[in-house]
T-cell receptor, first 113, second 114 residues
Framework: DAGVIQSPRHEVTEMGQEVTLRCKPISGHDYLFWYRQTMMRGLELLIYFNNNVPIDDSGMPEDRFSAKMPNASFSTLKIQPSEPRDSAVYFC???????????FGPGTRLTVL | AQSVTQLDSQVPVFEEAPVELRCNYSSSVSVYLFWYVQYPNQGLQLLLKYLSGSTLVKGINGFEAEFNKSQTSFHLRKPSVHISDTAEYFCAVTRNTGGFKTIFGAGTRLFVKA
């Protein structure tokens, strides 16, 4: 298995633009997580899904952020409009329920100018 | 709610020396505990986990951790570090009674010097 795949690996955009981050979880994993990592705030859980259904989105910072999981092999995290304070590394992780091990993707480094 | 405190933000150590990275947690319910490692420009990967049973847990790359319920600690240790162990290490906790919200500590940067 190729592991968790994220795209793009790097994204540079201007304030006000829409940004879409993509994630393909490991096949057979029924949990998917989106995290944000910054120097100031560390690793924060934004939202997680179980069987494509959002379970807890309490970490989503504000309405500018949205996440979807239309099927078991694909998820998106969208920021619209983006702001400079959204600059961070965004990780997607997946887990097979009950195994207690999250597998992380390589991350997307987002820079909002 | 659960919380995790990693007591050291940075730990410099010479190659082949032993190292201990400290982690304390807080929870009103029973928990599972984890250590993850993050190498530069990569995602996190699991080093080891404590679910139940023996309080001494062995992981990959020669690391081990000991769960101490009375001290609410889960310190990570390695008897002899290598340059390649230079990375950021995260302690994490999740409740063992359902739900998958894992809380991560702020991380400890281990820097191994030659």
């Amino acid at each position: 298995d190729a592991g968790v795949i994220q795209s793009p690996r790097h994204e540079v955009t201007e304030m006000g633009q829409e940004v879409t981050l993509r994630c393909k979880p490991i096949s057979g994993h029924d949990y998917l997580f989106w995290y944000r990592q910054t120097m100031m705030r560390g690793l924060e859980l934004l939202i997680y899904f179980n069987n494509n259904v959002p379970i807890d989105d309490s970490g989503m910072p504000e309405d500018r952020f949205s996440a979807k999981m239309p099927n078991a092999s694909f998820s998106t995290l969208k920021i619209q409009p983006s702001e400079p304070r959204d600059s961070a590394v965004y990780f997607c992780a997946s887990e097979e329920g009950g195994r207690n091990e999250q597998f992380f993707g390589p991350g997307t480094r987002l820079t909002v100018l | 709610a659960q919380s995790v405190t990693q007591l050291d933000s940075q730990v410099p150590v010479f190659e082949e020396a032993p190292v201990e990275l400290r982690c304390n947690y807080s929870s009103s319910v029973s928990v599972y505990l984890f250590w993850y490692v993050q190498y530069p420009n990569q995602g996190l990967q699991l080093l080891l986990k404590y679910l139940s049973g023996s309080t001494l847990v062995k992981g990959i790359n020669g690391f081990e951790a000991e769960f101490n319920k009375s001290q609410t600690s889960f310190h990570l240790r390695k008897p002899s570090v290598h340059i390649s162990d230079t990375a950021e290490y995260f302690c994490a906790v999740t409740r063992n009674t359902g739900g998958f919200k894992t809380i991560f500590g702020a991380g400890t940067r281990l820097f191994v010097k030659a």
